[in-house]
């Protein structure tokens, strides 16, 4: 028993790979409470932190959790925005009333637009 416990306790190379397979897989089969399970185990590592935190971000998006993905996305350091402006796109959308609401991949593009600089007259 007490085995047992020191190999569940250790610490070893390995163990981040085997979370990170776990992790993988269950993404893979759309498990995703699962998923982020072992990504949280995972998500303190600096070399594992970056896709730990891709899984829990997308897997909230993929279950539809727009705020989570929204506060996550904050949290940290807006390195998902893109993923963050499309919950934002989706959130709008359900909101009532909500009119004229443009997919970012559009607001991006109008922004880039040039704008004229002088106007014609109307005459």
Do not use: C
Not at 29 to 53: C, M, S, T
């Amino acid at each position: 028993m007490a085995y047992r416990e020191n190999i569940e306790t250790a610490s070893f190379p390995g163990r981040y790979m085997i979370r990170r397979t776990l992790m993988r897989y269950a993404y893979n089969r759309g498990d995703y409470p699962r998923a982020r399970f072992h990504a949280l185990k995972i998500v303190n590592n600096l070399k594992e932190e970056k896709v730990a935190q891709s899984v829990i971000i997308r897997s909230f998006f993929n279950e539809q959790n727009f705020d989570e993905v929204i506060r996550l996305n904050e949290k940290w350091h807006f390195e998902f925005e893109s993923l963050a402006q499309r919950a934002k796109y989706h959130l709008s959308i359900k909101q009532q009333g909500a009119r004229n609401v443009h997919h970012p991949r559009v607001l991006t593009l109008h922004e880039s637009q040039p704008s004229p600089s002088v106007r014609m007259n109307d005459s």
